[in-house]
């Protein structure tokens, strides 16, 4: 009997849905399978364009291909002059989304944010622990300090939230839009938890967002249909559909063969052919992320300043650049952060290839040998770790200096990589979480991060205060004025050899519009129109 | 023939015991910890680090984690995914039947083409014909899946348009699966132009998986035949005035094919591995790509309990092979 019934709703399901041609519908072929479609217990930003960018919404979002904050559930919000308190006003009827599995009875409410956050870290909550999924570790709730600078969520009314720090944190807007900060249902979560069914929550999202979500084939497609009810309007695709290709040349050939609309991350090598393609674009931006090689800034020669700078000038970067980025091209680094996030310093201007001057300088220092690491995984910031080691091993050797490259995999890498203790030049890189550059210079080179994610063990004190104290000013001029000293410190005492900030593809056919790239390397379909 | 088959079966225990042992210290002796793999770029701090070697038991002793490993896997536990956080079997159970399904489209490709060319060689032994399959057929052995699935991708779907690029099925077509084989539920649900839609999405992917299982079969086919050609009864047949194609058909093929029997199902696992890396090019949706993103994940549970399912599967097919070709041949079952 059961069967039967299946059986039936299959057929129902499917005589529905065939009448789905007519209608228009957008194909993104994506790199990979979410994990699942709760993005506060996900990493992957391939997670978070299956999840946060399409089924939810936040209190405050990135502007579309940007990374300015902008109102979002949140219509307006007060900060406390001593930078504590936020309190935000939410947009009022706010529908959760109308599908087979859910019906909501009342609009998004301050329950809804409390709850949202709540689950991340209070073990009390039954949706923070095995209940709900087994193993939840809140990676980037934890990761970006959630629990250090919040002291308590409150609702105040039902559109009213109030928001506690501990101490200042001028970043915390920009935490608010990533999307670990994704707005749940509480109700959803209620009823879930009430029918025994809470796991169902990380496999059947309900959101706020422009599209909702309507099925799931594992590892081969992902459906979506336009939220009707959407706050910002109803989106003009009807559906939008994820076709998991994790190949990249075979991504490519979907995009020109007409089978995908959109597709990211096209390897360097098809570039060219993508470029002589009339039915496609390329689409290109500099992407929030740097590469950069950290000394160790405590072992003797390399606690010198002008030790780090002459082995920064025996590299010819430009050359580097071409042959490890190749077609796919990349930004000069001059500074910590691209040139695309507020409060980079266009003045300052990281060594220039000398390889003259860092020979004197090396051989006064009696530098002859030290060593190079590098990884055996392709980053966005950098396609080639050991091409790159191999070219600076050569570089150095100019000067006189022997570099031993040291290999290891991914994880062990960085894991021997952040040891204090860690001697010679690691090549590392960072893409940007919430495009704030506290995100870049506290993350990677403040006091508190060496051991964690400061490779450098570099902690010096002018430049620690600078940015301890931009971190608590709300004011946005007054934290560029102290951004710009610290990268003025940064450059004169050269932690690190600055590389490139990598380009991000995307290709695109001719007859979708409204696609942007985004600096945060989301990928986002609200506002995108296709012509048919 | 009860003997043999309790005398097979014995013989499985100590290889599934190995079987545990090889998938739990594989996914160990990978470089790389799955706590800081899970964490990303941001890194954990060594406190939070310790607090979750604890909640994954990665803080016990080996062997004590080998013994809870055995005693779930005993009980049909096998274990809940690091990253997605669903019970591994229920994704295994999920994607499996898109590997069966494709594994047996590659084998009916390899076998409809396999066979009568090794025929056609042996009867023609030294023809042109002859030198120039064992030729192809030795190129297809050792061609490189990878590169050979995206040379027809580029070729057949980009560049002539005649196959889809990659994925099951067009994706205008949605219905819930019933079987999870693409070509029965299109049937089922009478979706005519979804069902060509599903075997044209099975053409490249069952001919790149297809490849080494057809040079294996067309070699052993000929060799077989060759050998069978020479015998006896052959020799009796022509005798007899039989026509050429009966002798060929009739009297050699059928005991020429019972090596080929065995060298099938021996395919079994040459398929499994080869899907690892067809369904990776292709986008299909099977156990061999989901094996690949969790070695990347670092997701030991799914990665130690897929090996082990994997390989029990193998085992059942190799254990079938068995217990049909004692049935085939009797003299085995005496030995």
Partial sequence: MKKTMTFAAALLAASVLSGMASAKTLVYCSEASPANFDPGTTTGGNDFDASSRTVYSRLVEFKHGGTEIEPGLADKWEISDDGLVYTFHLHPGVKFQTTDYFKPTRDLNADDVVFSFDRQFNKENPWNGDKYLPNLTWDYYTGMDMPKYVAKWEKVDDLTVKLTLTEPNAPMLANLGMDFASIVSKEYADQLQKDGKMADFSTKPIGTGPFQFVDYQLDAVIRYAANPDYFKGKEKIDDLVFAITPDATARIQKVLAGECDVAPYPNPADIATIKANKDVTLMDQAGLNIGYMSYNTTIPPLDKPEVRHALNQAIDREALIKSLFQDAGATPAENLIPPTMWSWDKDVKTDAYNPDEAKKVLEAAGLKEIQLWAADRVRPYNPNFQRAAELIQADWAKVGVKANIVNYEWTKYREEGKKKDRPGAFQIGWTGDNGDPDNFFATLFACSAIGVSNYSSWCDKDFEDLIQKAKKTSDQAERTKLYEQAQVIFAKEAPAFLLAHSQVYAVVRNNVSGFKMDPLGIHRFDGVDKAE | ?335
Avoid at chain 2, 45 to 68: M, T, V
Avoid at chain 2, 234 to 259: D, E, F, M, Q, W
């Fill in chain 2, 1 to 335: 023939m009860l003997r043999y088959l309790l005398n097979k079966i014995a013989l499985l225990i100590p290889t599934l015991v190995g079987i545990t042992i090889c998938a739990f210290a594989f996914v160990r002796l990978l470089p790389g910890d799955p706590i800081l793999a899970m964490a990303g770029e941001h890194g954990v701090a060594p406190a939070r680090y310790e607090e979750l070697k604890q909640q994954f038991g990665y803080n016990l002793p080996i062997w004590e984690q080998y013994a809870r490993y055995v005693g779930e896997v005993a009980t049909g536990d096998f274990g809940v995914s690091i990253s997605s956080k669903r019970p591994v079997l229920e994704e295994f159970k999920t994607l499996f039947p898109a590997t069966l399904e494709l594994s047996f489209f590659a084998m009916v490709f390899a076998m409809l083409l396999g066979i009568p060319a090794g025929i056609v060689a042996a009867v023609k032994r030294g023809s042109w014909f002859d030198q120039s399959l064992m030729g192809t057929a030795l190129v297809g052995y050792s061609m490189p899946i990878f590169w050979w699935g995206l040379l027809l991708i580029i070729f057949f779907s980009g560049y002539l348009g005649w196959t889809p690029v990659s994925g099951r099925i067009g994706l205008q077509f949605f219905f819930k699966p019933i079987t999870g084989f693409m070509t029965i539920d299109t049937l089922i649900y009478g979706k005519w132009d979804a069902f060509r839609s599903a075997l044209s999405h099975l053409v490249l992917p069952a001919i790149v998986l297809g490849t080494i299982p057809l040079a294996v079969i067309a070699r052993q086919t000929r060799s077989a035949m060759l050998e069978v050609l020479g015998e006896d009864y052959v020799r009796t047949a022509r005798a007899k005035g039989l026509s050429g194609a009966r002798v060929i058909g009739v009297h050699a093929l059928r005991n020429a094919l019972i090596p080929v029997v065995t060298t099938i199902g021996l395919q079994v696992g040459t398929l499994l591995a080869g899907a690892i890396l067809t369904e990776t090019i292709f986008a299909w949706p099977g156990i061999g790509k989901w094996m690949v993103d969790s070695i990347f994940k670092r997701d030991y549970v799914v990665v130690q309990s897929g090996l082990l399912l994997i390989a029990l599967i193998v085992m059942a097919v190799n254990l079938i092979v068995d217990v049909l070709y004692a049935v085939i041949n009797p003299r085995i079952r005496a030995a």
